[in-house]
């Protein structure tokens, strides 16, 4: 819970640094390169932050939950590595695209990290099954997705639909588990311990 918290207010301070920098240029002028660079660092901490800190909720789901909150992690870290090298350095476009897919598997983990976590002893087999499929969507959106950054697979129009498809169903799965437990649908017989 300690490190939650430490997390929280780190990506707090980072969103209001970015704020604040931000808004200090705006005021005194036009913005130079090293301006937009400290914005998207300040931003760029803030995002990696939260997507790193949603794996902590994983772990409350076991050995397999706490392997995901670490792989989300590592994920988020490393996306903010290479943002950071991109920003600074001149990574050229293989940088770029490292960047891309590590924020394509940051948001993919996070999201399983966020659906694995919030799962109840007390969630009915209809729950589990749904944040299955939100997890399998994602996972499958962002595997997809990376292939694709990396050219492994061709982006032609019949993958845009199959990505967007896929994300439809991660929308809607992702609402479901908390809307269903709301509604009392919860109320069935959960998993046999």
Known sequence: MRL??????????????????????????????VDWRLIATSFGFSLFSALGAAGSKAGR??????????WTAACAAAAFALLMVGLWHDGGVHLW???????????GSSHASLMVG?????????????????????????LIGSAAIA??????????RALAVLIIVQLATSLLPSLLRRAGANRLPPIPA
């Open 151 to 160: 050219q492994m697979i061709d982006a032609s129009a019949d993958l845009a």
């Open 97 to 107: 695209q490292a960047f891309s897919i590590a924020l394509v598997l940051s948001l």
């Open 61 to 70: 789901a076991g050995p397999a939950g706490y392997a995901l909150g670490l």
């Open 4 to 33: 939650t918290r430490l997390l929280s207010l780190a990506i707090a301070a980072g969103l209001c640094v970015a704020a604040a920098a931000a808004i200090v240029d705006i005021v005194s002028g036009p913005l130079q390169d």
């Open 118 to 142: 919030a799962r109840r002893p007390e969630d009915s087999l209809l729950v589990l099954w749904i944040t299955a499929v939100s997890v399998a969507a994602g996972t499958a959106d962002a």
